[in-house]
């Protein structure tokens, strides 16, 4: 059996995103999105066992016994840091270790628009980055935060589960706190931020209501919260946050939301056309006057249209960035259609005028 230390150094030199570990079969790896696997013998329970042994505390041991499931990060001094998931299935051990650079990647190294570089100069409000799981929602938000950090005098708290990037202090101060070691929870260490004077507050993820009412009051008091959600559109987003309250309380929260959203950015890492990497593919919603009218009457149905209409201002429809891609050649045809919001329009989109040009 490999040692973890061997697992993780293959998934490295493979530029793998996630190493895998579960009973009966190898060792996998998620290269561009898809699991392979190693030439190894199956893993058993106690291969795995082994390994988890290797890397957790007593108190970490224990913590899983009891609730069966066991998020933490950990670093290795030679090949850098991951992002551990370990849980029982069938009564068995299995686990999921998501690579962490050391190094946080710059705004430009992962090709993100380049409205994110006036999102990273925002003071107040509330920015979301939203998409599915592995679609790279952390590593943005890092990205972002690095940036303030290197061109702001700001104080900066973060909240996460568990801590995946490690920031250093550099023109700001940045203070990085994680659930259960740090804190109780996502909302009381948000509560507990609005006291610590803060100028942005970084929340791993808006989880709960509880954390979604203190994140809208944080940024209704003058502070910038960031944010992650696991939805797949701009206005998918909107809606979650509205429906997540009471009905008698969905008033408020409209205009809560509609006062203090700055700006959305929904990403999905695709299939390049040669299928050897991934592409990302983004949408995003700034909140313009026009749109901060749409959420406070509740008219959600027409984000998409104030996004055709703002691309102007910054503002990119999910569909027309795929067009983009395809067009310019990094995905395939059936990439864009099968991930397009709008498939049946999709064929009216051709030739229009699209601005990617990303950093």
């Not at 069938?90 to 090709?111: D, G, I, K, M």
């Not at 989880?207 to 559109?233: F, P, Y």
């Not at 056309?273 to 983004?282: E, N, S």
Request: proline share 3%; charged share 20%.
């Amino acid at each position: 059996m490999p040692s973890l230390s061997q697992l993780l150094k293959t998934a490295i030199a493979q530029n793998a995103s996630d190493l895998h570990l579960s009973v009966g079969i190898p060792p996998s790896l998620r290269l561009n999105g898809h699991i392979a696997f190693l030439e190894t013998a199956p893993l058993t329970h106690e291969d795995i066992e082994f390994i988890i042994k290797e890397v957790t505390t007593e108190a970490q041991w224990r913590k899983l016994q009891e609730k069966r499931e066991l998020e933490f990060s950990y670093t290795h001094a030679n090949f850098g840091r991951f992002r551990a998931a370990i849980f029982y299935e069938r009564h068995n051990l299995s686990a999921a270790f998501r690579l962490v650079p050391f190094t946080v990647r710059t705004v430009q190294e992962l090709h993100l628009p380049k409205i994110v570089l006036d999102i990273a100069r925002l003071t107040h409000g509330l920015v979301l980055i939203v998409g599915a799981t592995g679609q790279g929602k952390t590593t943005t938000m890092n990205s972002i935060i690095d940036r303030m950090n290197s061109e702001r005098r700001v104080r900066i708290i973060t909240v996460e589960d568990p801590i995946e990037f490690v920031h250093q202090h550099k023109r700001s101060i940045i203070l990085q706190r994680e659930v259960d070691d740090d804190t109780k929870s996502f909302n009381n260490a948000l509560v507990a931020a609005l006291r610590q004077d803060p100028n942005i507050i970084c929340v791993g993820e808006m989880r709960d209501l509880e954390t979604i009412s203190t994140a809208l009051t944080a940024a209704e008091t003058g502070h910038l919260v960031l944010s992650t959600l696991h939805t797949q559109s701009s206005a998918q987003t909107i809606n979650r946050i509205i429906d997540v309250f009471p009905s008698s309380q969905q008033n408020q929260v409209r205009l809560q939301l509609a006062n203090t959203l700055q700006a959305v950015l929904c990403q999905r890492l695709l299939p390049n056309a040669t299928g050897d990497g991934r592409v990302l593919a983004f949408e995003i919603l700034l909140a313009t006057q026009a749109v901060r009218h749409m959420i406070r009457e509740g008219r959600i149905e027409q984000i998409h249209n104030a996004m055709l209409t703002g691309r102007n201002e910054g503002m990119m429809p999910l569909d027309y960035c795929l067009r983009a891609l395809y067009e310019e050649g990094k995905i395939s045809y059936d990439t864009a259609v099968s991930n397009a919001l709008f498939p049946n329009a999709f064929e009216s989109i051709r030739n229009a005028s699209v601005d990617l040009d990303l950093l």
